[in-house]
């Protein structure tokens, strides 16, 4: 059984509150524990996953949160840099999966968020889960 940290960018709490419930029912219907902690915005979920890897606690880690366009390019740095950063982590050997959803308006990210639509946070946390299942076949 895996102990997951869930780390939430809570740039936009009423989506991420519908990412959350998707991404600790799918772990708990596994059977797995789990831990939440929020950081500010999604540029900060690589580091704060990094920092937390280090204290050797979790087994393995999901990022969670909403980008929405806006009218300048700062959607595409943070959108693209923490998903860049997220995977960085992924090839360093992390198990982490990836719910940050980056979308043009808060009606796609309904849809996506939502655990009886798209359910995005139960994906990325079954994600992170196979992931840590992968390491412990191959080691
Ligand atoms: N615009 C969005 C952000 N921006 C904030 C950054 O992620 C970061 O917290 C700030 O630049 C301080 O380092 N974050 C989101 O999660 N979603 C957005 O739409
Ligand atoms: C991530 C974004 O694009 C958004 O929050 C920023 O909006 P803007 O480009 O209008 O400053």
Not at 8 to 25: I, K
Not at 26 to 47: D, K, R
Not at 59 to 66: H, Q, S, W
Not at 107 to 128: E, F, L, N, T
């Amino acid at each position: 059984m895996a102990h997951v940290l869930i780390v939430e960018a809570r740039f936009y709490g009423h989506l991420n509150d519908m990412l959350l419930a998707g991404a600790r029912g799918a772990i708990e219907a596994g059977g797995h524990s789990h831990e939440t902690v929020t950081v500010p915005g999604a540029l900060e979920l690589p580091g704060a996953i990094a920092l937390a890897a280090e204290s050797g606690r979790f087994d393995a880690f999901v990022a969670l949160g909403v980008v929405i366009r806006g009218e300048t390019y700062h959607f595409e740095i943070v959108a693209e840099e923490s998903a860049r950063g997220v995977m960085a982590l992924t090839l360093d050997g992390l198990a982490v999966g990836n719910g940050v959803l980056t979308v043009e308006n808060e009606a796609q990210a309904i849809v996506r968020a939502d655990p009886a639509q798209s359910d995005k946070g139960g994906g990325a946390a079954k994600a992170a889960i196979a992931l840590f299942e992968l390491r412990n076949r191959f080691s």
